[in-house]
């Protein structure tokens, strides 16, 4: 079946510092690929998404590329600030089709800490 | 505002107890799930639904129940049967169509605890 594999965390970083999350999946088809963000306590929302290879998405300074070639959508940011600090997860949905039990397919998490 | 409505936020249950989850969404979404949330696991899909009176099994449905009777509400019921019930819960829905660009939108969660 389909899966998503994302890097190991926790990851810790100094404010301002260079972000890069990794994130490999296994599909049979074309799937779309999501990164959601949850903060402390809270649920999941979606952060970005892209939905055909070579699709970039991108959102408050987040960014990651649909790589086909690779099987890879790596979050990155240029500069984290604090407010970052939460758990990414890199998804993707499987199935064509309404019938065919849509839904979305979660990697295990990446935490993020962001230190001043 | 629209949105997706857990309840209870934190819930205490002793063993053999059942438990049922509330999940309410104003979104007019059409399918919802339930995931389960535990450290280092990410997110497992319990039971899904894309239609009234319809739902299936996820990845880790035993010892879980649901019904789904009305288009807004998805209650799960956490039986005696599950023997690991501690963890975070989370509801999530989407809109019909909405397959390709996958969005879900989740509630803030309910965590249950085994005492």
């Known amino acids: 079946g389909n899966s998503v594999t994302q890097m190991e965390g926790p990851v810790t970083l100094s404010e301002e510092a260079f972000l890069t999350i990794n994130c490999t999946y296994t599909?049979?088809?074309?799937?779309?690929l999501f990164w959601y963000v949850q903060y402390p306590g809270e649920g999941l929302q979606l952060l970005l998404k892209?939905?055909?290879?070579?699709d970039k998405g991108s959102n408050k300074g987040f960014e990651a590329t649909y790589r086909k070639e690779t099987t890879s959508f790596h979050l990155e940011k240029g500069s984290v600030q604090v407010s970052d600090s939460a758990v990414y997860f890199c998804?993707?949905?499987?199935?064509?089709?309404?019938?065919?039990?849509?839904?979305?397919?979660f990697g295990e998490g990446t935490q993020l800490t962001v230190n001043p | 505002d629209g949105g997706i409505t857990q309840s209870p936020k934190y819930l205490f249950r002793k063993e053999g107890q059942n438990v049922t989850l509330s999940c309410e969404q104003n979104?007019?979404?059409?399918?919802m799930y339930w995931y389960r949330q535990d450290p280092g696991q990410g997110l497992r899909l319990i039971y899904y639904?894309?239609?009234?009176?319809?739902?299936q099994k996820g990845d880790i449905a035993e010892g879980y129940s649901v019904s789904r009777e009305k288009k807004e509400s998805f209650p799960l019921t956490v039986t005696s049967a599950q023997k690991n019930p501690t963890a975070f819960y989370l509801c999530?829905?989407?809109?019909?169509?909405?397959?390709?660009?996958?969005?879900?939108?989740f509630g803030e969660g309910s965590r249950l605890t085994v005492l």
């Open positions: 999530a829905s989407r809109r019909r169509g909405a397959l390709n660009t996958g969005e879900l939108f």
């Open positions: 599909a049979t088809g074309y799937p779309s």
């Open positions: 892209a939905t055909k290879a070579d």
């Open positions: 998804a993707l949905s499987e199935g064509g089709e309404e019938t065919s039990g849509s839904r979305l397919t």
């Open positions: 979104l007019n979404h059409d399918a």
């Open positions: 639904s894309q239609i009234v009176n319809d739902f």
